[in-house]
C-alpha cells in the first residue's frame, strides 16, 4: 500500500493546519485501525493520533485536545486537523496503519513548520 501526505507547510505559532493522506488501496481506511506519526529532527517517529475502523479516536498527550483525527471511507482520504500549533510540532507527519509490520511502506511525508 502507497500513502500520499499533503497539507503541510510553514504556519505561525497558534495557527492551524489540515493535513491530509489518501492510500492505493481502497478500503484500507474502512477495515485498518489507522494513524497519524510524526518525526521531528533527531526524533524517533512517533504515533501522535490513531483511528479504528469504527471511528475511535486516541491521541498522544501532547496533542490532545488541539489535534483532530478523521476520515471518510467512501473517499478513501484520513485528515488531521491540527489547531493552536507550537514550534515543538515541527515535523515530518506520515499516515501508516496503526500497528505497521515489517515490509509496510511509508510515503514522503508532509513538512510541517511552526515558526514566527
Known amino acids: 500500500v502507497q500513502f500520499v501526505e499533503s497539507g503541510g507547510g510553514l504556519v505561525q505559532p497558534g495557527g492551524s493546519l489540515t493535513l491530509s493522506c489518501t492510500a492505493s488501496s481502497f478500503n484500507i481506511f474502512r477495515f485498518y485501525a489507522m494513524g497519524w506519526y510524526r518525526q521531528a529532527p533527531g526524533k524517533q517517529r512517533e504515533l501522535i493520533a490513531d483511528?479504528?475502523?469504527?471511528?475511535?479516536?486516541n491521541y498522544a498527550d501532547s496533542v490532545k485536545g488541539r489535534f483532530t483525527i478523521s476520515k471518510d471511507n467512501a473517499k478513501n482520504w484520513m485528515y488531521l486537523q491540527m489547531n493552536s500549533l507550537k514550534p515543538e510540532d515541527t515535523a515530518v507527519y506520515y499516515c501508516?496503519?496503526?500497528?505497521?509490520?515489517?515490509?509496510?511502506?511509508w510515503g514522503r511525508g508532509t513538512q510541517v513548520t511552526v515558526s514566527s
Open positions: 501508516q496503519k496503526k500497528s505497521p509490520v515489517v515490509g509496510d511502506s
Open positions: 483511528i479504528s475502523s469504527g471511528g475511535s479516536t
